[in-house]
Nanobody, 124 residues
Framework: VQLQASGGGLVQAGGSLRLSCTASGRTVSVYNMGWFRQAPGKEREFVTAIRWNGDASWYEDSVKGRFTISRTGVQNTVYLQMNNLRFEDTAVYYC??????????????????WGQGTQVTVSS
C-alpha cells in the first residue's frame, strides 16, 4: 500500500488547512484510515481515525470540534479538515492505513502502512 499525503503549509493561528491522503495498491477501500502527528522533540500522537466504510470516526481530545476526518465515496482518499488551528498543532502529519482485524479497533493506534508526512506550521 502506498500513501501520498498533501496539503500542509504555514498558517496563522485561527486559520484552516485541509490535508489529503490518497492510498493505492491493495484494496484500500476496506482499510481503516487515520492521521498521526509528530511535533519536534515529542512522540508521535494519534490524532483521528475513520472506519473503512466511513460510518464511525474518532478524535483525540485536543482536536475535537476543530478537526474533521472524512473519506471519498470510493474510500481511497482521506481528508483532514483542520479549523481554528493552534500553535500547538504544529507538527508533521502522517496518514496511515490499518488492515481491519477483529483484535484491533480502528481507533487504536496500531496502523500498518504510513505515508511520508506533510508539515503543518501554525504561527502564533
Amino acid at each position: 500500500v502506498q500513501l501520498q499525503a498533501s496539503g500542509g503549509g504555514l498558517v496563522q493561528a485561527g486559520g484552516s488547512l485541509r490535508l489529503s491522503c490518497t492510498a493505492s495498491g491493495r484494496t484500500v477501500s476496506v482499510y481503516n484510515m487515520g492521521w498521526f502527528r509528530q511535533a519536534p522533540g515529542k512522540e508521535r500522537e494519534f490524532v483521528t481515525a475513520i472506519r473503512w466504510n466511513g460510518d464511525a470516526s474518532w478524535y483525540e481530545d485536543s482536536v475535537k470540534g476543530r478537526f474533521t476526518i472524512s473519506r471519498t465515496g470510493v474510500q481511497n482518499t482521506v481528508y483532514l479538515q483542520m479549523n481554528n488551528l493552534r500553535f500547538e498543532d504544529t507538527a508533521v502529519y502522517y496518514c496511515a492505513v490499518q488492515v481491519p482485524r477483529t483484535s484491533v479497533r480502528f481507533d487504536e493506534p496500531l496502523y500498518d502502512y504510513w505515508g511520508q508526512g506533510t508539515q503543518v506550521t501554525v504561527s502564533s
